[in-house]
């Protein structure tokens, strides 16, 4: 009986031993795994190896480029309003009306429009002397009878769609800016053909000091 127990406890203990063994040797193939994968330092002849490529690798933009998220089709951007009328409903554009007043902050924002967008071709005075002409073709002055005769709303369509080789400025200038460089012009077509009046209220404004 003794015997048996003797037996029976040094089995237990071999098994007991050869688990730890067991257990070590894991452990230490596990550690030189995890070494192997993070080891560091000399000379990589590979590129290193990436463990989660997709926050690495995103999709490559050019400068300029469309923007990653395209809005959804059918959505305009906040406080956005359609031109109603299409290239060739110019005339039709004539029954909308300047929604600016005339002050001296729309006039002189108008001002800073024109000369930044439009000066380069239709010139500094709207005659269509600008710095691009005439590595450009002239356009017709905007001092002509035609365009005083124009309502302001024909204008904003011109600026808004584009004529012929006049390009479409309605991605790069906001309405209300459109809307000013037209009071703008408008002062334009004033200042190139003033009335005697025009003069005289001019002349008494100088000795007043009331010029600019
Ligand atoms: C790249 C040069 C260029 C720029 C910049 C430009 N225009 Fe023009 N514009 C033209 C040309 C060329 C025409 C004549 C188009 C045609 O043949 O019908 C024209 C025509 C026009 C007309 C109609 C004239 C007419 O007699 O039919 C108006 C009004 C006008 N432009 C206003 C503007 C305003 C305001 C701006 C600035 C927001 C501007 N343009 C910017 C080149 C330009």
Not at 35 to 43: F, P, R, S, V
Not at 53 to 81: D, H, I, Y
Not at 113 to 136: A, M, Q
């Amino acid at each position: 009986m003794r015997k048996k127990l003797k037996q029976l406890c040094e089995e237990e203990a071999g098994r007991r031993k050869s688990e730890v063994r067991n257990r070590t040797s894991y452990f230490l193939l596990l550690t030189s795994i995890l070494g192997l994968l993070t080891a560091c330092g000399g000379t990589k002849k590979s590129p290193p190896w990436e463990y989660m490529p997709n926050m690495l690798e995103t999709t490559s933009l050019k400068a300029q480029e469309w923007p990653m998220r395209t809005p959804p089709a059918g959505t305009v951007p906040r406080g956005f309003t359609a031109w109603a009328f299409t290239k060739e409903e110019g005339e039709k554009a004539a029954s909308i009306p300047n929604p600016l007043p005339i002050t001296k902050e729309v006039l002189l924002s108008g001002q800073k429009s024109f000369n930044t967008y439009c000066i380069v071709c239709h010139g500094e005075r709207g005659k269509g002397d600008g710095f691009i002409v005439p590595k450009f073709p002239r356009p017709p002055s905007l001092q002509s009878d035609k365009i005083k005769g124009w309502a302001d709303g024909q204008i904003f369509h011109v600026i808004t769609r584009g004529q012929n080789l006049m390009p479409s400025y309605a991605t790069q200038i906001r309405p209300e800016d459109r809307w000013a460089i037209i009071r703008y012009v408008r002062a334009l077509q004033r200042a190139g053909a003033p009335t005697p009046e025009d003069v005289e209220t001019l002349k008494k404004q100088l000795k007043e000091g009331k010029v600019l």
